[in-house]
């Protein structure tokens, strides 16, 4: 008799396989992104590259002439390409061959970190060379990096970034006429530039110079590092850090200089502050920690607030039917926890705050929402462009509530995703439920660019891939030997 399970089932190659055969989808994805990014907005690479006193140098001219011939790609991106395609045979031929379980893990983590080090670290620290030669409005991106850069010499000229405009910044330089709008805002909260500023004075004082993705860089490092700890299980691990590592958009947007990994990497090291309190029998301090990092996400960029809800269910742990059955014992629970956040937020934001509110709430709110007199235009890939296929809007900066669709669709889903954590309070459900619930928010906002997929595409990963963890993993993970 013909078996419904056995139709149903998943191949057992594939799940042999499994990680082999994505990390192929994402390095084939990642070279062909990146190459036709590379063609189609930047168009003067290949002399860029030729000339640079660096770049230009590694290789005998003959060599990089040769290579060179190949247009659609530089030949330093070519010579990446290379190696990473080199790294994914190897991981194949090990994945295949190698029979020690250990020896196997470590080498395929090793090839997959060389994998993200030759696709995304590499060719964004190329463009930051190319841009020192060309000029500080070429080869990156123009909020997260020129307009941050910006912001960072304001501060230390001591003028208010979100009182200024950018009109005599190198953001005068980069973008497409009338919608040019940020020359008037700045939409991101003050922790992406105090964070910042050290590191500015530091490169400038080391090397002379300075590139706001030296910061985005390494805090996505430390992110990939933390998050593969939050995987329990040796394939799951392997798996979060390809995928994260080799976002097809948050790569990209990564190497151009976007700053969706700054705040992502807060909220990792958040999440893996509270991870290491559950394993830890003294755990307040950890917990206090990971609150503390949850604020300073939040006095990142308005998009971790929306964690808030799913990360104060984890925060308060203990008996979740207190959250309805005694809600006073458990608003106690989530205020001794949760005051570090606080705390860090008001810390960060309340000075600016103070300093001009109508300025900031100008910026970081009316300019998203479509209400400034200069706001940003419907955009994206969202149901916004529905609406613009009406034809029934004179332009694409007219006022729309979008805030309607946003409180009909996003309410109750927010209350049922909540009330599912609530009877299953796990970290996998928190993730998982916050990406879910920023995919259909943004889906009916003024403005879904692809960079907030991107970002939405992480969360997901996270949530499928990190599990709760117990005191007992440590252990469990070094008699594997993958701790």
């Not at 890939?381 to 006022?399: D, E, K």
């Not at 998982?432 to 619930?437: C, D």
């Amino acid at each position: 008799m013909y078996n419904v399970r056995m139709r149903d089932a998943i191949p057992t190659g594939l799940v042999r396989r499994l990680d082999a055969l994505l990390l192929a989808v994402l390095l084939l994805a990642r070279i062909r992104i990146d190459s036709l990014a590379e063609a189609a907005v930047l168009p003067l690479r290949q002399n860029d590259v030729a000339r640079h006193p660096f770049l230009g140098q590694l290789l005998p001219a003959r060599a990089m002439e040769l290579l060179a011939q190949q247009q659609f790609v530089d030949p330093v991106g070519l010579l990446l390409i290379v190696l990473a395609l080199g790294c994914l045979g190897a991981y194949l031929l090990v994945h295949e061959f190698v029979v020690s379980p250990r020896v196997s893990y470590r080498a395929r983590l090793l090839l997959i970190s060389a994998i993200i080090l030759l696709t995304v670290f590499a060719p964004s620290l190329k463009l930051t060379l190319l841009r020192q030669g060309s000029g500080p409005a070429s080869y990156c991106h123009d909020g997260g990096v020129i307009q941050t850069e910006a912001t960072i010499a304001y501060l230390l000229a001591g003028r208010n970034p979100y009182v200024e405009d950018y009109l005599k910044t190198p953001m005068a330089e980069w973008g497409i006429g009338e919608f040019r709008t940020a020359l008037y805002h700045y939409p991101y909260l003050p922790w992406t530039f105090l964070f910042s500023a050290p590191f500015k004075l530091i490169a400038e004082r080391l090397i002379g110079w300075y590139d706001q993705r030296f910061v985005y860089l390494l805090l996505f490092a430390i992110a990939l590092l933390l998050a593969a700890d939050l995987a329990r299980q040796p394939t799951a691990r392997l798996l979060l850090v390809m995928l994260l590592g080799l976002n097809p958009l948050l790569g990209s947007d990564l190497i151009y200089g976007q700053n969706d990994s700054f705040v992502l990497a807060w909220l990792i090291v958040s999440l893996w502050l509270w991870a290491r309190g559950q394993r830890s029998a003294a755990a307040r301090g950890w917990t206090w920690g990971s609150a503390a990092a949850f604020g300073l996400a939040c006095a990142s960029k308005p998009t971790a607030w929306f964690l808030a809800p799913f990360y104060l269910l984890l925060l308060a742990g203990g008996d979740v039917a207190d959250l309805w059955q005694r809600p006073v014992s458990w608003l106690r629970r989530v205020g001794l926890a949760f005051w570090p956040a606080m705390l860090a937020l008001l810390a960060i934001v309340g000075p600016y705050l103070l300093w001009d509110p109508a300025a900031m709430f100008d910026d970081v709110w009316a300019w998203a929402n479509g209400t400034s007199p200069t706001a940003y235009q419907i955009w994206g890939w969202g149901a916004s462009n529905l609406l613009l296929a009406t034809g029934q809007l004179p332009n694409r900066f007219v006022y729309w509530p979008f805030w309607i669709p946003q409180l009909v669709l996003g309410a109750p889903l927010l209350l049922l995703l909540v009330w599912r954590q609530a009877r299953h309070n796990t970290l996998e459900r928190a993730l998982w439920g916050y990406g879910l619930f920023l995919l259909v928010f943004f889906y009916v906002s003024r403005f879904m660019n692809e960079n907030y997929l991107g970002y939405i595409l992480a969360l997901l990963t996270l949530g499928a891939l990190a599990e709760t963890p117990s005191r007992h993993d440590d252990h469990a993970a070094s008699v594997v030997g993958v701790g």
